[in-house]
């Protein structure tokens, strides 16, 4: 475990460094394996909470959105997070739910839990629909081979009938 007491930092900014394995509810459809992360930085007293600047690196092993392939992803992020007392939290009916809410962390008691913070930054820096290339090529909506790996036995499609299942597809 790796835990931070908050007010170590009151009196003077606090540096942090560690390497965290997030909790395995970091992985999930498109992230397949989280390795070790390296997280580090500086918690600062402000008025109103703390700032927690840093950064996090490390591999991530995700799910093509497209050909269903694994690759892995460097992860290198930069980390702002205000962390505010809970009692400073807006209420229920005034939270609006959006990625950059998550930049502000509310805490209960004053302890950070560097591998949770790893885990909710990792979850931020996935791209919605990951892909392993650009250039990716997808599956055949026929036979589901991967033409990345080369084209596929089907008869090549003469008709349009599935231009519109790959578009579904790609739309997942
Ligand atoms: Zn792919
Ligand atoms: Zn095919």
């Given at each position: 475990?790796?835990?931070?007491?908050?007010?170590?930092?009151?009196?003077?900014?606090?540096?942090?460094?560690?390497?965290?394995?997030?909790?395995?509810?970091?992985?999930?459809?498109?992230?397949?394996?989280?390795?070790?992360?390296?997280?580090?930085?500086?918690?600062?007293?402000?008025?109103?909470?703390?700032?927690?600047?840093?950064?996090?690196?490390?591999?991530?092993?995700?799910?093509?959105?497209?050909?269903?392939?694994?690759?892995?992803?460097?992860?290198?992020?930069?980390?702002?997070?205000?962390?505010?007392?809970?009692?400073?939290?807006?209420?229920?009916?005034?939270?609006?739910?959006?990625?950059?809410e998550l930049e502000v962390l509310f805490f209960e008691s004053p302890t950070l839990d560097l591998a949770a913070i790893a885990g909710e930054q990792v979850q931020l820096a996935v791209p919605m629909k990951p892909l392993c290339g650009d250039?990716?090529?997808?599956?055949?909506?026929?036979?589901?081979?991967?033409?990345?790996?080369?084209?596929?036995?089907?008869?090549?499609?003469?008709?349009?009938?599935?231009?519109?299942?790959?578009?579904?597809?790609?739309?997942?």
């Amino acid at each position: 475990m790796h835990l931070i007491d908050l007010t170590c930092a009151d009196t003077q900014p606090l540096e942090f460094s560690g390497r965290v394995r997030p909790a395995s509810e970091t992985c999930s459809d498109d992230v397949v394996r989280v390795g070790e992360l390296l997280i580090g930085g500086v918690v600062e007293r402000t008025s109103r909470g703390y700032q927690l600047s840093g950064r996090l690196e490390g591999e991530v092993v995700l799910r093509c959105a497209r050909c269903l392939g694994e690759f892995s992803l460097r992860l290198a992020e930069p980390l702002g997070i205000e962390l505010l007392p809970l009692s400073a939290a807006p209420r229920e009916d005034e939270i609006r739910l959006g990625r950059e809410e998550l930049e502000v962390l509310f805490f209960e008691s004053p302890t950070l839990d560097l591998a949770a913070i790893a885990g909710e930054q990792v979850q931020l820096a996935v791209p919605m629909k990951p892909l392993c290339g650009d250039g990716c090529k997808g599956l055949c909506a026929r036979c589901g081979k991967s033409l990345n790996e080369g084209a596929c036995e089907c008869v090549p499609q003469t008709d349009d009938r599935w231009a519109p299942l790959s578009q579904w597809r790609d739309n997942q």
